[in-house]
């Protein structure tokens, strides 16, 4: 059997309703059957997610691991990825689909650019709505440095586009452990994994694409879920920290990586403190000032320039006991 040219990873749990559309969109890639691998995760389902991914075991090279008990994203996606046996890698959430050919267009890219990884835009659906999410680099179709695009702190990079879904990826960084998922976390996963693309992957590019379509608005989605999970950005930044660290030479990319945690830790306040529990309210603020705390005080000072007027004030009373 030949190697597929490309591997397509989806963690599935209580998908029933969408993951038919997520497979169809992926008969309808221009691949010949040996070409694409298609590995589904079924993470502890209750509903009929099985007779869904059944129905297509005939129109797809498709493989089910299931998990009789939820083990999470990070460790599904670590399973499939043990799994996957294609020249390049990408993952598909089971809400989400592909546009016709643009999968193809993908594959096409990392292999005629000879890179590591590749990032693209991505089209936001909710309802009859679309919106356009571009990837924050304006170099289009060529070779760059990842470490190139980590910077400036105090705008919009790389480094702030994460999804994993956004991008395709090269056997050689499976090979290198760069794709596996810390299955500590439950969220913010995908923070971690992309800040490691971005110091030690070797090359990367940007195509200009929309053909990936995110479902805003799933009740399913751990983005649309308030409890303790999402309090995991607080080890996920512990961990981009400590990568920065460990090597005097990445000590400049301190700044952005503060920045990036000073902003999450805003959303988390604004958008979700209201309905945290105590508990969790709690825990959000000790876990964030002994975070901030490991941080070096110029750095956080220098995180902060230009952080806004109406952010400062949210997130002061917690740089405050941090200090």
């Known amino acids: 059997m030949p190697t597929p040219v490309v591997s397509v990873i989806i963690a599935a749990k209580d998908a029933e309703a969408t993951i038919g559309g997520t497979l169809t969109s992926l008969v309808n890639q221009d691949f010949a ?9 079924n993470d502890g389902s209750v509903d009929d997610t099985t007779g869904v991914i059944g129905e297509y075991s005939e129109r797809l090279n ?6 009789a008990d939820s083990r999470g994203v990070s460790t599904a996606r670590n399973t499939a990825l043990e799994a996957a046996t294609g020249q390049t890698i990408t ?3 089971a809400d989400d689909w592909y546009a016709p050919g643009h999968l193809r267009s993908l594959t096409g890219a990392i292999t005629g650019l000879g890179v590591d990884f590749v990032k ?12 356009l999410r571009r990837a924050p680099c304006a ?11 980590i910077l400036p702190h105090d705008a919009s990079t790389m480094v702030d586009f994460p999804e994993c879904w956004t991008g395709i990826y090269s056997r050689s960084m499976a090979e290198r452990g760069l794709l596996d998922f810390d299955p500590s976390l439950r969220t913010c996963e995908d923070r971690p994994w992309t800040w490691r693309h971005h110091l030690e992957a070797e ?5 200009d694409t929309a053909g990936l379509c995110y479902r805003k608005g799933s009740t399913t989605s751990l983005t649309a879920v308030f409890d303790e999970r999402q309090l995991d950005f607080i080890p996920a930044f512990r961990s981009v920290f400590a990568m920065l660290e460990a090597d005097p030479g990445l000590r400049r990319f301190e700044q952005k990586a503060v920045r990036n945690f000073l902003s999450i830790l805003y959303f988390q306040i604004v ?3 209201s309905s945290m529990s105590r508990a969790v309210r709690e825990k959000l603020t000790i876990g964030a000032v002994n975070t901030l705390r490991s941080v070096g005080g110029d750095v956080i000072d220098l995180a902060l320039a230009n952080f806004g007027e109406r952010r400062l004030p949210v997130i002061d009373p917690i740089v405050r006991r941090a200090r």
């Not at 498709?62 to 998990?67: F, G, W």
């Not at 693209?120 to 919106?131: A, D, P």
């Open 62 to 67: 498709l493989i089910e691991i299931h998990n």
């Open 33 to 41: 059957a040996h070409e694409l691998e298609v590995i589904v995760v």
């Open 120 to 131: 693209t835009n991505y089209l936001i659906v909710n309802g009859f709505n679309r919106k």
């Open 271 to 273: 958008n979700r403190g």
């Open 139 to 149: 170099q289009h179709n060529t070779a760059l440095n990842p470490r190139d695009f």
């Open 91 to 93: 993952y598909l959430d």
């Open 203 to 207: 090359s990367f590019a940007v195509v």
